[in-house]
């Protein structure tokens, strides 16, 4: 089993939809939680931190279930710039060490 | 610097040949990371580094694959004899691990892209 699992997609949305995307992780120790976007041939960077209460950035909601081990993200109002590779990260072993998902492909269609 | 330096940004090289890459890392950033992205891929955890040591190397795929940061700074990824299936974008990332906010936060460079022909 992969330490952390996404569902690659694509997820093909129209502009001003909600889309939630998930996460599993497999490393009960992991403490760091984050989301980050990665653009077509570019590198990545990050989009928002998760923290344990939730917590939310403009049309961004990130949420972490410590007991079912995932982390979601949730996109309202999608707007075409939104088209990107999610990718959720996790600390393995809860150090410094930071491991990827493969990533969920969004496109967001006029 | 004020970002992730990575050099070169596209090597192609023939197999067999040996290759070298190198990250140089935000300034002040203790924690230095490497990776391997395949096309639709995620990136794939090689090698981290906390100052000068490599604090996990669990991901490097085998010997032929190595990396070093002796001056707890720069940090080049060094490849024997490559293989045809080490043809992949390398990416380096930095962050600082501190007890400030921007611990665990990752800063990438854009890549060195290793065609092996």
């Known amino acids: 089993r992969k330490e952390v699992e996404q569902d690659p997609g694509p997820f093909n949305v129209p502009e001003g939809a909600t889309v939630a995307f998930n996460c599993t992780y497999s490393n009960s120790a992991s403490q760091s939680f984050f989301w980050y976007r990665q653009d077509c041939r570019k590198e990545p960077k990050l989009l928002m931190s998760?923290?344990?209460s939730g917590n939310e950035d403009g049309r961004f909601t990130a949420q972490l279930n410590r007991a079912s081990q995932y982390i979601s993200l949730l996109i309202r109002d999608s707007k075409l710039s939104d088209s990107a590779t999610y990718l959720c990260?996790?600390?393995?072993?809860?150090?410094?060490?930071?491991?990827f998902g493969a990533g969920t492909r969004l496109t967001v269609k006029p | 610097g004020a970002g992730v330096s990575q050099t070169p940004s596209n090597k192609v090289t023939e197999k067999g040949k040996y290759v070298e890459l190198r990250c140089d890392p935000i300034s002040g950033h203790t924690a230095l990371y490497w990776y391997r992205q395949s096309l639709g891929q995620g990136p794939e955890f090689l090698i981290y580094?906390?100052?000068?040591?490599?604090?996990?190397d669990s991901g490097l795929p085998n010997d032929r694959f190595f990396a070093v940061r002796p001056e707890g700074s720069v940090s080049t990824l060094k490849i024997q004899r490559t293989e045809r299936g080490d043809s992949a974008v390398y990416l380096c990332?930095?962050?600082?691990?501190?007890?400030?906010?921007?611990?665990?936060?990752?800063?990438f460079g854009a890549g060195s892209r290793l065609t092996v022909l």
């Open positions: 998760v923290y344990s």
């Open positions: 580094f906390q100052g000068t040591g490599a604090a996990d």
């Open positions: 990332a930095s962050s600082s691990t501190g007890g400030d906010s921007g611990a665990n936060v990752l800063t």
């Open positions: 990260v996790v600390n393995h072993d809860n150090n410094n060490d930071m491991r």
